[in-house]
């Protein structure tokens, strides 16, 4: 008799990473989209008690929680940053306390952050040991962090993804990128000196297929390659990817003008960030560099 395959239940299947990390997954495990309930929109909820009865169990394996709203969708004011608080950390309080209110519990909860957790962070090199920076982004990670703790007390593994700028043809900022430096409007930000860390969302789902079967595999991960790059570098590699020229230049007061705080937080922010215990657990990337990884994404 063939062993049944372990079940994840996954919330934000339909985004960038969860329609090809469902699709990667299928293979070896039985992938069940979480339905968001929609009919109050403003508390973030999902047909997780539903999903139990018509699967006829008492609890998925793994619940991987990847939905929350963009946090750079559009440019931030108050109802919007509401908006991501809201969908992050209210949508994880509420998948928790579910969760929590069955006898039966998943053996492992993987959730989404973000390299934001560190803020600006000039001049650092950033590991996962690394304190949490002291402004919007670093505190809305650093709360959605703190919201699947309490399911360390029932003894599930919580694993916690500290995402970088995952690139990806299909999405994200990547694909934002590829219309103006295809028509040569491409260029740096700001000084073009602030550190970007990136990774390819190839390697995204490789790292999380290599952490869901490690049983000692908990806690923190930085999920970004180990070879940051400067703005001006990420600029000079993918308009040399794509055989077209970046001469232009938007200065840091024009960033700001356009994107508000957006342009402080996320586009003109610097974090080092590198992926110590990935590597210190073995894992390989498959695109370590970023001009093999352009290449590969873009081919």
Not at 79 to 108: A, C, M, Y
Not at 133 to 140: K, S
Not at 219 to 230: E, Q, R
């Amino acid at each position: 008799m063939n062993q049944a395959k372990h079940i994840i239940f996954i919330t934000g299947q339909n985004g960038l990473l969860g329609k090809q990390l469902t699709k990667s997954l299928t293979d070896q495990y039985l992938v069940v989209g979480l339905t968001r309930n929609t009919e109050f929109p403003e508390k973030p909820s999902w047909n997780y008690r539903e999903t139990l009865k018509q699967l006829n169990i008492k609890a998925p394996d793994t619940v991987i929680h990847l939905a929350g709203a963009g946090i750079a969708d559009k440019r931030w004011n108050k109802q919007h940053k509401q908006i991501i608080f809201n969908s992050r950390i209210n949508g994880t309080q509420w998948l928790v306390d579910e969760i929590l209110s069955h006898e039966d519990k998943p053996k492992t909860f993987v959730s989404a952050s973000a390299i934001g957790f560190y803020g600006h962070r000039p001049g650092e090199s950033l590991t996962e040991n690394a304190t949490a920076g002291n402004n919007f982004v670093a505190d809305i990670a650093k709360h959605w962090e703190l919201a699947s703790d309490p399911l360390m007390a029932v003894n599930t593994r919580v694993i916690k993804l500290r995402f970088g700028m995952i690139l990806s043809k299909n999405g994200g900022a990547l694909k934002d990128m590829l219309l103006p430096f295809k028509m040569c409007l491409g260029g740096r930000l700001g000084n073009g000196k602030q550190q970007y860390s990136w990774i390819s969302i190839t390697d995204v789902i490789k790292a999380i297929q290599f952490l869901l079967p490690q049983d000692n595999s908990e806690g923190v991960y930085n999920l970004t390659s180990p070879h940051p790059v400067s703005n001006q570098t990420f600029t000079k590699t993918l308009a040399k990817v794509l055989k077209r020229p970046a001469f232009m230049h938007m200065p840091a007061f024009m960033v700001r003008l356009i994107f508000g705080q957006m342009a402080d937080e996320l586009l003109l922010a610097d974090a080092h960030v590198l992926p110590d215990r990935l590597l210190a657990e073995g894992f390989e990337f498959n695109h370590p560099s970023l001009p093999a990884a352009l290449e590969a994404l873009l081919q």
